[in-house]
């Protein structure tokens, strides 16, 4: 069996892994895809240093098949296939209100305990999810992804004829864009990259450049003359929080899916003016993830054009160093039996 492992500062080895047993309440797994994510390639560089504990294996956004079940575990067969959401949430409080995804000890498998850059994978029992037996396992690579856009696009509450507007067009403003339309809302998709609003408008996305534009005047005139009914802030960027507040209706909604590690200026004028309504998504609940199963299960969503290519388990920390500031990259995978 193999494994890629981080030994810290931006640093990986690729070698013999160890086939863990699984434990009663446990399950191994045999791990057929796992995407490289923006948090592997924070990892790769060394920027969660702090939190990620060495020598280990990272990787999250997985999909696979059960090889072994410890005891008292029931519910699954060997062979099934299944991807893993990957909270422990163990350590979890009653301060924290019975919300396990966003809990006080909540911890990230693939972060802080060992992920699923493996070739076998050890995982707790209650964080799988079955999958369709036809299911194509390189697509079900994305369910984690496609989870979180699930998550972000729930809360947002989207209702048809609306209009949503997704600030960047990585992965992840992809999905968003894409969950959010089959809500029958007008998406539109905010992205100043080339490429990357090119891939959009392959798929079906409706994509702008707001550096070509008077973007809030353009959004303005398309909903005739009131603004979006929804923004979903994916960039990061400070200069993007602090304009978005101009691309809203009165009691315009804003989800904010980006993590903004840094306080950033917003205009709370409008705020009190619009009386706009702002809220955060964090990760995902089990509901997101058996939406994200049933949309690939339908076949509603272009998921295969996303995937930017295959590559086998030891090019693992080579796809992240190339990865690094890369916006011609949309999606990865590793193939972890090659």
């Known amino acids: 069996m193999k494994a890629v492992y981080y030994q810290g500062k931006g640093q990986f080895t690729v070698g013999e892994g160890k086939v863990i047993p699984p434990q009663a309440g446990e399950v191994r797994l045999k791990v057929a895809y796992c995407g490289v994510c923006g948090t592997d390639l924070h990892v790769a560089h060394g920027a969660m240093d702090a939190r990620v504990p060495t020598p280990m294996v990272i990787g999250h956004e997985m999909s696979g098949t059960v090889a072994e079940l410890g005891a008292g575990v029931t519910g699954f067969k060997i062979g099934e296939k299944v991807v893993v959401r990957p909270l422990d949430n163990r350590g979890e409080t009653p301060a924290d209100r019975g919300f396990s995804h966003i809990c006080q000890k909540l911890k990230f498998i693939g972060i802080d305990s060992p992920g699923a850059f493996q070739s076998s994978w050890t995982v707790p029992a209650f964080t799988l999810h079955k999958l369709p037996e036809q299911t194509d396992l390189k697509l079900a690579a994305f369910v984690e992804p496609l989870a979180v856009a699930c998550h972000d696009v729930r ?95 009165i009691r315009g909604r804003i989800v904010i899916v980006a993590i903004y590690p840094k306080p950033v200026e917003l205009n709370l004028f409008h705020f009190f003016w619009k009386e706009l309504q702002m809220r955060g998504a964090r990760v995902y609940e089990a509901a997101d993830y058996e939406r994200a199963i049933e949309l690939i299960s339908l076949g509603a969503l272009p998921l295969e054009k996303l995937i930017t290519r295959v590559e086998p388990l030891e090019k693992m920390p080579d796809v992240c160093h190339e990865l690094h500031g890369n916006p011609e990259a949309m999606k990865v995978l590793i193939d972890c039996q090659t």
């Open 155 to 249: 809360l947002g509450d989207i209702k048809k004829g609306e209009l949503a507007v997704v600030l960047g067009g990585g992965p992840i403003g992809m999905l968003v864009a894409l969950v959010a339309k089959q809500t029958g809302a007008r998406v539109v998709l905010s992205e100043i990259n080339p490429f990357r609003l090119e891939l959009a408008r392959s798929i079906g996305l409706e994509a702008v450049d707001p550096s070509k534009i008077d973007f809030p005047a353009w959004v303005k005139e398309q909903s005739g003359g009131s603004g979006a009914d929804i923004v979903f802030e994916v960039t990061g960027a400070k200069a993007v929080a602090l304009g978005m507040t101009e691309l809203l209706c």
